[in-house]
């Protein structure tokens, strides 16, 4: 039996690590089409109304599934599930390269049903970095954890939408979904080789087991015995009013979250003028600046918690103030340049990037026998902007001719937002449902 006075093993740094890389490819597997999307419209003669039910179609299913995705992470645990959506995904994306080439399926019907299920089998993920940071980080690390598997969706941008663009310039649109499929499959293999519980990783030792456990790490939930499921939970969860306020929060952060991973690249093509491969570049400085910012507010957020011992200013504090910096966006529509669009857009994202703290939330809040469904609530609530803001921006720029409005339509969620966690939340603790 190893000593536990022996140093501590760093495994739940590999961890995250890896669960950073796996969710920068989910990300890069929904923004596919934002990149296609220019190129792929003029091809396939698609309208702007068509864009957007296409480019809402990955949110209906990932929203629809967040709460079978949770039942399913609880009752099978995380390793299986997980891995088998990556492997899903990653298929369904490669599988919208080929659209407009089957006889009798029209491009709009395969990449609304190929989109929609992506959304379907990213459904677990998320909740699923819940579980994962739930059982390997202490309370007291857990904002920092949570905002790094949160910023994957920065760098995700950084790193994939630039490959995409260039993909789509040199070698035809159709690339983009072949070879993220590809790296998603690969993902899928690095998952099986290198997830395990806590209790059951190779490489951990007794040290760091004990002090994830004494931190509050849970440890066992792998294994521990599952409430069984009752819709009467689902009910109960948003009737209570702190989590419905985080809930609301959440839907409304993700509607920049969605104008940024579905019409961002198309704005910067359509409204000002740049070429796709232009787009890809330029998304990527907002996306550098929503990394910087989102690893700012975990670290932030866990030093506060350190210091104060509140748990409520810690994770409120840098929502706020994030919050308030991604009302910038509406500055936009005043920019004469595509420089200041990059700057304000940079501003809004670095803001957008402190305030994502939800997952850190939920580590925080969700009742211990219930983390997978809680998550999957949450994430529903969160990915129904998904669902809106795509569409909503469509009919708004098919009607108007102009972003303005969308614009202004995301930047007053970011003040709702705010609404959400501090006026209905109330204070952040940890939710025991009554039996």
Known sequence: MIDQRTRPTHVRYAIIA????????????????????????????????????ILSAFAWAYALAQIPGGILLDKFGTKRIYAGAIALWSLFTATQGFAGWLPGVSAVTMLFAMRFLVGLAEAPSFPGNARLVTAWFPS???????????????????????????????????????????????????????????????????????????????????????????????????????????????????????????????????????????????????????????????????????????LDLARKGPLVFGMVLATMIIACVWAQTEWMVIVLMSIAFFGKGVASLGWAIMADVAPRKLAGLSGGVFNMFGNLAGIATPIVVGYIVSATGSFDLALVYVGAHCLLTIFAFMVIAGPIRRVELPE
Not at 165 to 188: D, N, P, S, Y
Not at 192 to 200: A, D, G, M, T
């Open 18 to 53: 890896l669960i950073f890389i796996i969710t920068s490819v989910n990300y890069a597997d929904r923004a596919t089409f934002s990149i296609a999307g220019s190129a792929a419209s003029s091809e396939l003669g698609l309208s702007p109304i068509q864009t957007g039910y």
């Open 140 to 310: 007291a690390e857990r904002g920092t954890a949570s905002a790094i598997f949160n910023s994957a969706q920065y760098f995700s941008i950084v790193v994939f939408v630039p490959l995409m663009g260039w993909l789509a310039h040199e070698h035809g649109w159709r690339t983009i979904f072949w070879t993220m499929g590809v790296i998603g499959l690969l993902a899928t293999l690095a998952f099986l080789r290198f997830i395990h519980s806590p209790v059951n990783h190779p490489s951990i030792n007794a040290a760091e087991l004990a002090h994830i456990e004494a931190g509050g790490g849970q440890v066992n939930m792998e294994t521990a015995t599952v409430q069984k499921f009752d819709w009467g939970n689902v009910g109960k969860l948003i009737a209570n009013r702190m989590m419905l306020g985080i809930y609301l929060g959440q839907y409304c952060i993700n509607v920049l979250t969605y104008f940024f991973v579905t019409w961002f690249p198309i704005y910067l093509v359509k409204e000002r003028g740049l070429n796709i491969m232009e787009a890809g570049f330029a998304a990527a400085a907002p996306a550098i600046f929503g990394f910087v910012g989102g690893l700012a507010g975990g670290y932030a957020s866990d030093m506060i918690l350190k210091r104060t011992g509140s």
